[in-house]
C-alpha cells in the first residue's frame, strides 16, 4: 500500500550548513531508492525550514518518518498530512530539491499570507499545491 507523508521541521542548528543540507541529500539518495521512497525536500536556508514529502510503502515511509522524528538535526518536527494514495506524484525524484534561488515570491503569495516559506501557516494541502507548483516550474532540483 502506497502513502504519503508531508512533514515541517526546523534545522536544530541556528544556521542550517550547506554541507550538513548537501549531506542529508546525499544519503536520501542513497537510501531511499533501496526502501522505494521517493519525495522532494525544501529547505529555506534563511529560516532553516524544511519542508518534506514522502511517498512509498506505508511500513518504509513510517520508518523514516521515525528516524527523521529523531535527528538532532531537525527540531519542531510537525506532520502535515499523511495519507493513502493509488499513485506517486514525485515517483521520478529520488529526492528532489528545491532552489530557493529560483523560487518566485509570488508563488509563494499564492498559498500563504506573506511572501515566505511557512509550511507551518499552510493547511497540508496547500503546501502539497506548492510543491506541485514548483516541479512545474523547473524550481525542484537533484533528480537522482
Known sequence: ???????????????????????????????????????????????????????GGRSAVNRLYQRIVADRRHSAVELLAFEEITERRFAGWAMGQVDMSRLNPALLLKYSEKPQLDPYALPGSASLALLQDLMATASVVGNA
Open 1 to 55: 500500500m502506497l502513502v504519503r507523508l508531508m512533514y515541517a521541521s526546523r534545522a536544530a542548528a541556528a544556521a542550517l550548513d550547506h554541507e550538513e543540507l548537501q549531506a542529508i541529500l546525499r544519503q536520501s539518495h542513497h537510501n531511499n531508492p533501496a526502501q522505494g521512497i521517493t519525495g522532494v525536500l525544501c529547505v529555506c536556508p534563511a529560516s532553516g525550514i524544511f519542508l518534506q514529502v514522502l511517498e
